[in-house]
């Protein structure tokens, strides 16, 4: 990807090369270039990032955008992970607080969030479609895999 194409701005606080910033994909020489037609999707998800950080009042620290088909392998993503579609990111907020509140945060607002993870009580995965489902899931355990709903370490419902 060009260095113009990749200093693209998407939305207010995110460009096109901040969501395809990978520590993995540098380090193994993985091309991480979204192709045109997902630009849409990262947009999408840019807005939705925005709204994100203006309700947390603080900048994410995103660790996960975009994956190519071949980074999101080197990862071990799902094959049908909303990464690679460009309408996901993974991502804390130390200025907010931990994952658990940040999550709690996102549920309890309007935003038109599509899914929220609170994944190993370590990060935030949000993604963003053109059709919403507000969907709220949790993994602690890779054994156990995903819980339905919002759950805190002793796999109780978070008010």
């Not at 380090?27 to 997902?38: F, H, V």
């Not at 009042?57 to 992970?81: E, M, Q």
Request: hydrophobic share 40%; proline share 7%; net charge positive.
């Amino acid at each position: 990807m060009q260095k113009k194409a990749r200093s693209q701005r998407l939305s207010r606080y995110y460009t096109l090369a901040r969501l395809v910033h990978s520590d993995t994909a540098r380090e193994r020489r993985i091309d991480n270039a979204p192709p045109a037609e997902l630009i849409p999707n990262l947009r999408l998800l840019a807005r939705g990032l925005d709204r994100v950080r203006l309700l947390l009042g603080h900048p994410l620290d995103i660790s996960s955008g975009y994956r190519s088909p071949a980074l999101n392998a080197a990862v071990g993503g799902a094959r049908n992970s909303q990464h690679s579609q460009g309408l996901a990111a993974d991502f804390t907020c130390p200025g907010f607080g931990p994952p658990l509140a940040i999550a709690r945060a996102v549920r309890n607002s309007t935003i038109a969030f599509d899914t929220v993870i609170l994944e190993f009580d370590e990060w935030v995965h949000v993604s963003f479609t053109a059709t919403p489902r507000r969907r709220l899931l949790t993994i602690y355990d890779a054994k156990e895999g995903y819980l339905d709903g919002l759950l805190d370490t002793q796999r109780q419902p978070v008010p």
